[in-house]
């Protein structure tokens, strides 16, 4: 008989993902509801794991319900602790301005622990910044008017106007009304400010370096250079 642990498939966030994870302990709890019927007592069982994962070698628990009206072909209801994280994009400790840094973080945070209203907040906050920074650090007053001034400087397409209205309207809601998007909605903003960030504040410099790497076509070959023809070297 083998000592190997049971292999499963589960969440990792060091790695990302799911990833194999060992299951290095299991514990089961069954609670009766309805036993009015004992041949088919209406019961939930609530399955505790401690799970190893095969890559990186971190430990996490999940948490499995399961109750016995449902369908075989039902899903569990599984959960992690710590629970999924949205990770932070590689690129973040390259963003020159630190508030801009901890705002993102921060935000991710909230999104990982699905804190839907501080992260719609926190999101609001990210645009808030990065038009003032790219504004040349000039309050231009309510968000409408910045993204005016965004637009007439080229920063912003026109087309875009109204699609950060609606992301800023979230945050405003969420601040206002506490109101509570979706963790869908919230991942979604976020999204859409995080690949706004790195098109005006990350890509620019990439693109520069990629540049400086790139031969130039109207530059002469090493042949070239050297005066010579791939047929002198063949004579």
Not at 133 to 146: I, N, Q
Not at 169 to 178: D, E, I, L, Y
Request: some cysteine.
């Amino acid at each position: 008989m083998s000592d190997k642990p049971a292999e499963i498939q589960a969440n990792c966030n060091t790695c990302g993902g799911n990833r194999s994870a060992f299951i290095r302990a299991e514990h089961s709890v069954r609670e009766t509801f309805d036993a009015s019927d004992p041949e088919y007592p209406v019961s939930y069982e609530t399955t505790i794991s401690i799970l190893e994962c095969c890559g990186c070698h971190g430990l996490s628990t999940r948490h499995k319900g399961w109750l016995s009206e449902w369908n075989p072909f039902d899903l569990p209801d599984i959960s992690y602790w710590p629970p999924p994280q949205r990770s932070l994009p590689p690129w973040h400790s390259e963003l020159g301005d630190e508030n801009l840094r901890t705002a993102m973080k921060e935000v991710y945070i909230a999104a990982s622990q699905e804190m839907v209203i501080l992260g719609s907040i926190g999101v609001r906050t990210l645009l808030d910044r990065a038009f003032y920074l790219l504004l040349e650090e000039k309050d231009h007053g309510p968000f409408a008017r910045k993204l005016e001034e965004m637009v007439k400087k080229g920063l912003l397409a026109e087309s875009q106007r109204e699609i950060f209205q609606i992301i800023a309207n979230v945050g405003n809601a969420a601040t206002h009304q506490a109101h509570a998007p979706s963790q869908k909605t919230l991942i979604r903003i976020l999204t859409a400010v995080e690949s706004f960030l790195y098109q005006n504040f990350i890509l620019p410099d990439e693109a520069e370096h990629i540049a400086k790497e790139t031969p130039d076509k109207d530059k002469p070959g090493v042949f070239e250079a050297l005066g010579l023809s791939e047929e002198d070297l063949k004579s």
